[in-house]
């Protein structure tokens, strides 16, 4: 157990539909990151916080947004799904920026 | 653009034997980490070892090794005594300046231990 939490486990849900994924992170860490992991395009990183603050973004699509909030926690907000959006979703914190990243168990997000 | 390549879609060992799994990686940083995971059937990421650009002596934890050989940009696991256990989706992810803090992860290896 890395001390990452992440709500649901499983979401089913339809095209067009908007989700919210929950992360909170080990107790301590200030740095949230996401993660999509999907069949054809491996682990990609999606976006970073710090304290609250974002970070840095990578291949985030604009339909996807996410926040950190004075608790630490974060939230993964996916609207319009489309089929492709179907992917693990992965939290991970580290206590810093340059620190060890551990990663929750992840969402497993079916759109159909 | 920071890169990471494994090569082996698939590795097959029996239990108690050595496996090495290959990953290289492409950066113009001089600081930066190199990093194992393992993610099982259940699908959580297990990070298993790291090893730092600057680090001297390569990284050990337990089964795990990590054979670092910067010139050739090279970081590749090995695991000694492989146990059924072992069985799993192995990930090399590296973190550099150019890419902030995130980590960029290859492709995986899956790796099958038999009895």
């Known amino acids: 157990d890395s001390g990452v939490t992440q709500t649901p486990k499983h979401l089913i849900t339809a095209t067009g539909q908007r989700v919210t994924l929950r992360c909170s992170p080990r107790s301590g860490d200030l740095s949230v990151y996401w993660y999509q992991q999907s069949l054809d395009q491996g682990l990609q990183f999606l976006i970073h916080y710090y304290n609250g603050e974002e970070r840095a973004k990578g291949n985030i699509l604009e339909r996807f947004s996410a926040q950190q909030f004075p608790d630490l926690h974060s939230e993964l907000n996916l609207s319009s799904l489309e089929l492709g959006d179907s992917a693990l979703y992965f939290c991970?914190?580290?206590?810093?920026?340059?620190?060890?990243?551990?990663f929750g168990p992840g969402t497993r997000l079916t759109v159909l | 653009a920071q890169k990471i390549t494994q090569t082996q879609p698939g590795m097959f060992v029996q239990e108690k034997e050595a496996v090495t799994l290959d990953c290289t990686y492409d950066t113009s940083d001089q600081s930066y980490g190199l990093f194992w995971y393992k993610q099982p059937s259940s699908g959580e990421m297990i990070f298993l070892i790291y090893?730092?650009?600057?680090?001297?002596q390569n990284a050990t934890e337990g089964r795990y090794s990590l054979n670092f050989q910067k010139a050739r940009k090279s970081a590749n696991l090995v695991i000694s005594a492989s146990q059924l256990g072992d069985s799993a989706m192995y990930f090399c992810a590296m973190k550099g300046h150019q890419a902030g803090t995130a980590l960029i992860f290859g492709k995986g290896t899956t790796l099958s231990v038999s009895s």
């Open positions: 090893q730092g650009s600057y680090d001297e």
């Open positions: 991970a914190s580290s206590p810093v920026p340059a620190g060890e990243q551990f």
